[in-house]
């Protein structure tokens, strides 16, 4: 103990380093981790997930990518849209025999001008995914190579210090 009655507060060193910036604040030292930890934590927890999303739905777009999947039709009934004005069509998946193997399932590619009954040729992954796709659409592939990237971007950046000013 010093002549002040407090225990001195080393710096901190070693592997964990990189989680304190004097420049975030008051740490550990003080009894919380400083504004900027807990912001690079939060994205980098946003980041994981975003990438373990997109991961997940890599493989079903990359099979329609490629024209494998099974072939039918996507018979389009109703838009749904969202709170940030982004619509998307939901309908049924049916055989070329025209048999209904999935309902509610999500039309994934550019809307062709659907009015409700439109139908169009279509590859579904069935089991696996709520998501019907064109096919040989490259559409779906791109939007999830670029939710990987991006969450990888954040994931390096939510790790990666504030460089310094002298």
Not at 57 to 67: E, R, V
Not at 88 to 108: L, N
Request: aromatic share 10%; glycine share 16%; charged share 15%.
């Amino acid at each position: 103990m010093s002549q002040s009655g407090q225990f001195p507060v080393a710096p901190m060193t070693g592997p964990f380093a990189w989680q304190r910036d004097p420049r975030d604040g008051p740490g550990p030292e003080c009894g919380h981790p400083g504004p900027g930890v807990m912001s690079r934590t939060l994205t980098a927890a946003f980041a994981v997930g975003l990438i373990i999303y997109a991961t997940i739905g890599l493989p079903p777009a990359f099979k329609a990518w490629s024209g494998k999947g099974t072939s039918g039709y996507f018979v389009a009934q109703n838009t749904i849209c969202g709170r940030n004005f982004s619509c998307h069509w939901v309908g049924e998946f049916e055989t070329a025999k025209g048999v209904i193997t999935m309902s509610d399932v999500t039309w994934e590619g550019a809307d062709p001008g659907f009015t409700s009954g439109s139908t169009v040729p279509a590859l579904a992954e069935s089991g696996e995914t709520d998501y019907v796709y064109p096919p040989h659409s490259l559409n779906g592939l791109l939007q999830t190579i670029g939710m990987i990237l991006g969450g990888t971007g954040l994931l390096y950046f939510a790790g990666r210090r504030r460089s310094r000013v002298a």
